[in-house]
C-alpha cells in the first residue's frame, strides 16, 4: 500500500505538472498572438496618413483583435472640445441612438480625462441598449474608443483583464496615428490657404523662408520666367542675380 501510495503521488505530481507546462504554453502563445496584433496593428496605423482611413483601421482592428461584437470610436472636436461618433461596428441606429445621450458622453469623457481604460458591469448599461459588456479605452487625447459584448464559443462573456490592456495599447497606437493624419491634414489646409492666396494676386510673387531660401512661387511668376527657371530651395538673391533683376 505504501507502494502504491508512492506511485500515485508521482502520478499526481506529474499531471499537475503537465496541466502547469499546458498552462504556461498557452499563456505564452497567446501573448506572442498579442504582440503580433500589436506589431501588424502598428503597421497598418502608420502606413496612412487619411484620417478617413486611419478611424476606419482603428475600429477593425481594435473589434477584430478583442473578439468583440461591434465597436464605436469617438473622436474630440479640436475647437469645441466636443466628443463626436464618427464610426461604428454591428451597431443599429437605436443604439447609435442611446449612445450619443449625454449620460454616457459624461462617462466618456471622464475616461479621456483620466487617460484609464473602464468596463461596464453587467446590468449597468440601459437594456434598451442590448449590450452587456462595454470596455471603453482613451485613444490618447483624440477620442475614445469602445467595444461591445466579446464573442465566443459559450456565447457572450465578460472582458478580461488581457483585453483591457490590449485595448489600451491599441488606444495609445491609435492616438499617435490619428494626431499624425490630423497634423497632415492641418497642413495641407495651410498649403492650400497659402496657394490660394497666392493665386490670386495679380502681381508675382515669390515666397521665402527664414534663410532666404525660395519655397513657393505664384502663377504670375511662373508666366514670367517659367517653373523650371525659379529655382526652388535654392537662394532668391542669387537667383535676381543671376537673372539682373534687381536692375
Known amino acids: 500500500l505504501d507502494t502504491i501510495g508512492h506511485h500515485f503521488a508521482v502520478g499526481l505530481h506529474n499531471q499537475r505538472l503537465m496541466t502547469d507546462s499546458r498552462n504556461a504554453n498557452f499563456q505564452l502563445n497567446r501573448k506572442v498572438v498579442e504582440l503580433e496584433t500589436l506589431y501588424e496593428a502598428g503597421l497598418a496605423l502608420s502606413s496612412s496618413l487619411n484620417i478617413d482611413n486611419v478611424v476606419e483601421e482603428v475600429l477593425l482592428l481594435s473589434v477584430g483583435v478583442i473578439d468583440a461584437r461591434a465597436g464605436c470610436l469617438f473622436v474630440r472636436d479640436d475647437k469645441t472640445g ?3 461618433l464618427i464610426h461604428q461596428v454591428g451597431l443599429a441606429d437605436e443604439q447609435l441612438g442611446l449612445l450619443n445621450t449625454p449620460a454616457v458622453r459624461q462617462r466618456l469623457n471622464r475616461a479621456l480625462k483620466t487617460q484609464k481604460v473602464f468596463a461596464s458591469k453587467p446590468g449597468t448599461l440601459p437594456k434598451d441598449l442590448e449590450i452587456t459588456h462595454s470596455l471603453v479605452a482613451p485613444v490618447g487625447q483624440a477620442g475614445i474608443l469602445a467595444v461591445f459584448d466579446k464573442e465566443s464559443r459559450q456565447g457572450i462573456i465578460p472582458f478580461t483583464e488581457a483585453d483591457t490592456r490590449l485595448l489600451e495599447l491599441m488606444g495609445q497606437q491609435a492616438g499617435a496615428a490619428l494626431a499624425n493624419a490630423r497634423l497632415y491634414d492641418n497642413i495641407l489646409e495651410v498649403k492650400n490657404y497659402n496657394q490660394n ?3 490670386s494676386i495679380g502681381n508675382g510673387v515669390i515666397s521665402t ?3 532666404g531660401k525660395i519655397v513657393q512661387i505664384n502663377a504670375s511668376i511662373e508666366r514670367v520666367f517659367g517653373t523650371q527657371t525659379v529655382p526652388l530651395g ?3 538673391a542669387r537667383f535676381f542675380d543671376r537673372t539682373g533683376c534687381h536692375n
Open 234 to 236: 535654392h537662394s532668391c
Open 209 to 211: 523662408d527664414l534663410n
Open 82 to 84: 466636443r466628443l463626436a
Open 197 to 199: 492666396i497666392l493665386s
